[in-house]
């Protein structure tokens, strides 16, 4: 199984403010990708990158971006947050010619 | 896009008890997933299952993939079963995980 890790686990901050959150794996998986997910509801693909210098939007838009500058990290930025930023926010790690995605624990975003 | 399915959207147990949880997706897929949402939010992976039957302790998920759905068996239930369940599926061809709606799972003492 892969370890991914997220940073914050819980972040609450004002409107405006410019935030990264922070994907780290640790199993050298090509693969990475961020999903948004309402309490309870179904994830939203928002973006994925199938190596360094690759990035793609996925199937929701989002204001946010992302960066893959190294294979085992791929952070996501928000330049000015919103409370409708609200959100978890899921990333993921898939080894290339594998099949499964493994979660990192998640980071809970609140924007006041 | 493909389309997933998940059955009930929600259920209530008592401990001990047994229940299926189910998945329809719309088209033919190369990669099925069951996760489990723990109430602190994380994903745990059960089961990698694009066709065929696989069993890890309590849990077992069977999957046809020639009529496109898949189950997801839980026997003799505790309240650590408690969740969010997800199937997801890779359109064949295609790489990028759909997810259905959850089946939330509340298992009473």
């Known amino acids: 199984e892969a370890d991914i890790y997220q940073t914050p686990r819980y972040l609450v901050i004002g409107t405006g403010k410019k935030i990264t959150l922070e994907c780290s794996q640790t199993?050298?998986?090509?693969?990475m990708y961020w999903y948004q997910q309402d309490p309870g509801m179904e994830l939203h693909l928002i973006h994925y990158?199938?190596?360094?210098?690759?990035?793609e939007k996925g199937d929701l838009s989002s204001e946010s971006t992302v960066s893959r500058i190294r294979t085992e990290h791929f952070p996501l930025t928000l330049e000015s947050a919103r409370p409708s930023h609200t959100s978890q926010y899921l990333c993921a790690s898939q080894g290339l010619g594998l099949y499964e995605q493994y979660f990192g624990p998640g980071t809970r975003l609140t924007v006041t | 896009g493909i389309q997933v399915e998940q059955s009930p959207p929600d259920l209530i147990l008592q401990e001990g008890a047994n229940s299926t949880l189910r998945c329809n997706f719309s088209d033919s897929v190369n990669n099925l997933q069951w996760f489990h949402q723990n109430p602190w939010g994380q994903l745990i992976n059960l089961f990698y299952i694009p066709s065929g039957t696989k069993q890890n302790g309590r849990l077992s998920a069977t999957t046809v993939a020639t009529e496109r759905y898949s189950l997801l068996y839980i026997s003799s239930s505790q309240t650590t079963d408690s969740g969010v369940y997800f199937c997801a599926v890779v359109k064949a061809a295609g790489n990028k995980l759909t997810f259905g709606g959850g089946t939330r799972v509340l298992v009473k003492p």
């Open positions: 199993m050298g998986h090509d693969k």
């Open positions: 990158s199938y190596g360094v210098n690759s990035t």
